[in-house]
């Protein structure tokens, strides 16, 4: 259950503690990361109406299948590190409930904490 880093100097509580406080700050990541997909998509995704588009256009505008492909490439990539994120945070998950699990049982876990 203990790290390289945790050595013999900390007990296992302190080590569930730690792993508490890392599985929340990857929550908070996770929100953040939401909260940033959510504004990324409403400034990338908004479709601008017919007669605004042409506007634009003549105003040295990209036209919008330009805009549209830029916007797809922004989506695929933030979609990339939010689909890494969330294997991570899913990680953490399952790496809490079988410390979790192994308290009930009163089995101390013996997996290395990456």
């Known amino acids: 259950m203990k790290s390289a880093q945790a050595g013999k100097r900390m007990s296992d509580r302190d080590i569930i503690a730690c792993l508490v406080e890392r ?3 990857a929550l ?7 909260r940033n997909l959510s504004q990324l998509a409403d400034t990338l995704g908004v479709k601008q109406p017919a007669d605004t588009a042409s506007a634009d256009e ?5 036209p919008a299948s330009q805009q549209d492909d830029e916007a797809s ?3 695929d990539v933030s979609g990339q590190v939010i689909a890494r994120q969330a294997r991570r945070i899913i990680e953490l998950e399952q790496t809490f409930a079988q410390l979790r699990g192994g ?4 089995k101390p876990h013996r997996r290395s904490v990456v």
């Open 23 to 25: 599985y929340e700050r």
């Open 28 to 34: 908070v990541v996770r929100q953040r990361l939401d």
């Open 58 to 62: 003549h105003d040295g505008a990209a």
């Open 73 to 75: 490439h922004h989506t």
């Open 103 to 106: 308290m009930r049982q009163g």
